[in-house]
T-cell receptor, first 114, second 118 residues
Framework: KNQVEQSPQSLIILEGKNCTLQ??????????LRWYKQDTGRGPVSLTI?????NTKSNGRYTATLDADTKQSSLHITASQLSDSASYIC?????????????FGTGTRLQVFP | DAGITQSPRYKITETGRQVTLMCHQT?????MFWYRQDLGHGLRLIYY???????DKGEVPDGYVVSRSKTENFPLTLESATRSQTSVYFCASRGRLAGGPSSYNEQFFGPGTRLTVL
């Protein structure tokens, strides 16, 4: 069964600190992996998207890594800010259909405190 | 306004009533999607549409009906609402990121509709 698992479920850090969120997936075939940020009461917004040939991709203070061999990804947030408080969702596409079917993880809820 | 919008943002209804959630996008994207988001679950696909008048079931379609008479609109109807349909519903459309290959099709999500069925 295609699954995307994320850890931890929730995380609390102090402003200015770094953190790393984890994602493991068992999706086959694999097309790409995405990280989304979802603020409370809003829809998910894309942070990064990586194909199997890409090991790392950055978007400002967000850096995603992908190990297609071990089927693991991580999202590293540098120098966290209060505005980073959100849920971060790992999403994998199986690329099988034109629908570009997306399998969503349940997310990691990050809270950044001053 | 450009982008993707949903209405209403909040809705409370009673079991057995019909409810329609609206979704509108201004990009003329061909593909549109409806998801539901529940605690303990990732977003789950309800229905999708590849173009006007073309729709297909997703992972959890039971109890829902969709239509797409115009490219920009993709309404979702709960014909007879049940308590298990209490959820947050997200509409999305799919478009190509500028300069990216086909694998970089991106889904853009609306703000969501929080539906409570009493």
């Amino acid at each position: 069964k295609n699954q995307v698992e994320q850890s931890p479920q929730s995380l609390i850090i102090l402003e200015g600190k770094n953190c790393t969120l984890q994602c493991n997936y068992t999706v086959s075939p694999f097309s790409n992996l995405r990280w989304y940020k979802q603020d409370t009461g809003r829809g998910p917004v894309s942070l990064t998207i990586m194909t199997f040939s890409e090991n790392t991709k950055s978007n400002g203070r967000y850096t995603a890594t992908l190990d297609a061999d071990t089927k693991q990804s991580s999202l590293h947030i540098t120098a966290s800010q209060l505005s980073d408080s959100a849920s971060y969702i790992c999403v994998v596409s199986d690329g099988l259909y034109n629908t570009d079917k997306l399998i969503f993880g349940t997310g990691t809820r990050l809270q950044v405190f001053p | 306004d450009a982008g993707i919008t949903q209405s209403p943002r909040y809705k409370i209804t009673e079991t057995g009533r019909q409810v329609t959630l609206m979704c509108h996008q201004t990009w003329s994207h061909s593909y549109m999607f409806w998801y539901r988001q529940d605690l303990g679950h990732g977003l789950r696909l309800i229905y999708y549409s590849a173009a006007a008048d073309i729709t297909d079931k997703g992972e959890v379609p039971d109890g829902y009906v969709v239509s797409r008479s115009k490219t920009e609109n993709f309404p979702l109807t709960l014909e007879s609402a049940t308590r298990s349909q209490t959820s947050v519903y997200f509409c999305a459309s799919r478009g190509r990121l500028a300069g990216g290959p086909s694998s970089y099709n991106e889904q853009f999500f609306g703000p969501g509709t929080r539906l409570t069925v009493l």
